[in-house]
């Protein structure tokens, strides 16, 4: 990771490289107010490749726009609409038109990150409209061979990072406020395999009956099959639906519904060890935002037990004379 550690700590556990890395899309131009059909609605500005991991921005961090030695722009952690791990060579991509497209490369300034507003990184592909005398279509890399008023990205110009590094990129559209922002950590290349799931060989009890599960122990800790967990507490007074949202890429749990099952629910593993994938989908519950740790494994989305325990206040205990992990919703959730 570039020297990001006063300023950045990382939302999820170790992250998984390489080939398992996936595409992510991020829309600005929301806010708080909207309902969550109006986010589901509302237009996707970028596109990123190659996430692994998505990244927490500690409070106060600073990305300044430079112009020689004068602070001309400033935005804060909280104006990010998304901030990730990824790994070179990484393309950003506009998938909508807009007046702004940049992408910069930061320098780490004391507690504030620092880019130079003259020195927008080049694209690698995409066509431009300039306006001026006259509005002509030409491609994105020839701009500075004309001379124009504004210029208007089409969508699918592209950006490319191979250096090791931290990175802002900007969407804005004509004559509209706010923006789209990402901050972005660009790492070498890794192993894929740098995180192992062992089959877990502790005894599962629900509401005191035995019941098998395809779970896996990760670091240490118990991670069971996000729909296996609603499937086995539905009807419950902990009961919670899984659904997803193919729009924004978001997981939503809400709390107090009956589970829908989708078939393959308790489906019995082969009891080999397997490689994670880090799930870099956003995780709603009811409605909010919640930072819990999820590993993909053969296309299944594990979460950590005990986070999904407190999530919804399932009583969790463990017997270490017998290895026996309890699952009980009948009582409160009770951290070790």
Known sequence: MAAVGLLISVAVSTPVFAADARTV???GYLWEEMTAEDMAAARTQLEISNVTAALDLKEGTKIV???GAEAILASNASD???????DSPVTIKNIDAGSIFE???????GNEYKYDLHEALPFTSGKVELYGADVITVDVSEMSNYSYDEPYYLNGCTVSLTEPGDYYAIFRYPAEADAAEVFITVEGKADAAVLKASPTASKVLVNGTVT???AYTIEGNNYFKLRDLAYVVSGSGKQFEVTWDGERK????ISNKAYTTVGGEMAIGDGKEKTPVVNTSMIYKDGAVVPLTAYTINENNYFKLRDIAQAFDIGVTWDGAT?????????SYVAP
């Open 212 to 214: 098998s599960f395809d």
């Open 103 to 109: 992408v910069y490369k930061l320098k780490i300034d």
């Open 250 to 253: 978001a997981i939503n749990l």
């Open 65 to 67: 726009g430079m112009s």
């Open 80 to 86: 990010m609409d998304g901030a990730y791990i990824a």
């Open 323 to 331: 290895n026996t992990v309890g699952i009980d919703t009948t009582i």
């Open 25 to 27: 899309q991020v829309k």
